[in-house]
T-cell receptor, first 114, second 118 residues
């Protein structure tokens, strides 16, 4: 079985501050990890994915995430928040045993204050 | 939006009535999925399809059925709607056979259907 835990259902930062959204996973086999973003009244869009090629993954809109096996984590960061980053963010996991089916975390709502 | 259209976008229905949601894709992708999104639960997989007439259950399949008679269409049916099925429903597609690895192909999502069961 695989699962994802996102720490903090709501995160609030000031514009220009560091964004850190936490994701921890559980998987009995090597995981594939994803971050998605959802803007209001829209579907989810892929931000980045970890596929074991490199532990530091760069995504769109200046986001990146680092895979840390020892900590079973895949936290999402961005050095400087923009107002346009306000959205809900989802971490997800798949593996060779789950095939292409993703298991999602509960989501983190990011608020960016001016 | 990766050529995915969900219909209707909004629907209000009464308890006990059947409801069918439609997902249409123009990408010719083999895999299609139905998820529901609820506060505090993220997205949970209802059913998925890995080809025409090939479907399987996800983690929250009770009360739902699906059909896929053509590559481009994946239908989700609530056989007798209940208030607990009030949710936002998302269709997604993927093409694992085209990815570097068949297990890390990302999903592409439609814009969702907001269903209210009164």
């Amino acid at each position: 079985a695989q699962s994802v835990t996102q720490l903090g259902s709501h995160v609030s930062v000031s514009e220009g501050a560091l964004v850190l959204l936490r994701c921890n996973y559980s998987s009995s086999v090597p995981p594939y990890l994803f971050w998605y973003v959802q803007y209001p009244n829209q579907g989810l869009q892929l931000l980045l994915k970890y596929t074991s090629a490199a532990t530091l993954v760069k995504g769109i809109n200046g986001f990146e995430a680092e895979f840390k096996k020892s900590e079973t984590s895949f936290h999402l960061t961005k050095p400087s928040a923009h107002m346009s980053d306000a959205a809900e963010y989802f971490c997800a996991v798949s593996s060779e045993t789950s095939g292409s089916r993703l298991t999602f975390g509960e989501g983190t709502q990011l608020t960016v204050n001016p | 939006d990766a050529g995915i259209t969900q219909s209707p976008r909004h629907k209000v229905t009464e308890t006990g009535t059947p409801v069918t949601l439609r997902c249409h894709q123009t990408e010719n992708h083999r895999y299609m999925y139905w998820y529901r999104q609820d506060p505090g639960h993220g997205l949970r997989l209802i059913h998925y399809s890995y080809g025409v007439k090939d479907t399987d259950k996800g983690e929250v399949s009770d009360g739902y059925s699906v059909s896929r008679s053509k590559t481009e269409d994946f239908l989700l049916t609530l056989e007798s709607a209940t208030s607990s099925q009030t949710s936002v429903y998302f269709c997604a597609i993927s093409a694992p056979e085209m990815a570097q690895s068949s297990y890390n192909s990302p999903l592409h999502f439609g814009n969702g259907t907001r269903l209210t069961v009164t």
